[in-house]
């Protein structure tokens, strides 16, 4: 399996970036995807994940900025991310796992693949 994400970049305050993974190996379809981040010395930080179903959940922090989807006839995800304020930036990460249960969702212990992160920077 493999994950590759990209899109990360520099941006202001109030900008808009679109986070994008590419999966391979694996049947998509029935994954359920997830972005989290990361910044130096803190977790891995849950941002947003879909399932399967399409249905999506986000961290509290970006709930109405940031918007998850997903192309299962492309196996890519994408990370719609607008009005971003310098708390957003760091490294962003793609993960999935075939069999993740609701009340683990927001747990990064619980995805079996991870891609190599893109950095996202947000200036004040």
């Known amino acids: 399996v493999q994950l590759q994400a990209s899109g990360g970049g520099l941006v202001q305050t109030g900008g808009s970036l679109r986070l994008s993974c590419q999966a391979s190996g694996l049947t998509f379809r029935r994954y359920t995807m997830a972005w989290f981040r990361q910044t130096p010395g803190k977790e891995r930080e849950f941002v947003a994940s879909?399932?399967?179903?399409?249905?999506?959940y986000y961290a509290d922090s970006v709930k109405g900025r940031f918007t998850m989807s997903r192309d299962n006839a492309e196996n890519t995800v994408a990370l719609q991310m607008n009005n971003l304020k310098p708390e957003d930036t760091a490294v962003y990460y793609c993960a999935a796992d075939s069999a993740i249960i609701l009340s683990s969702i927001r747990s990064s212990d619980q995805y079996d693949y991870w891609g190599r992160g893109t950095l996202v920077t947000v200036s004040s």
């Open positions: 879909i399932r399967s179903s399409g249905h999506t």
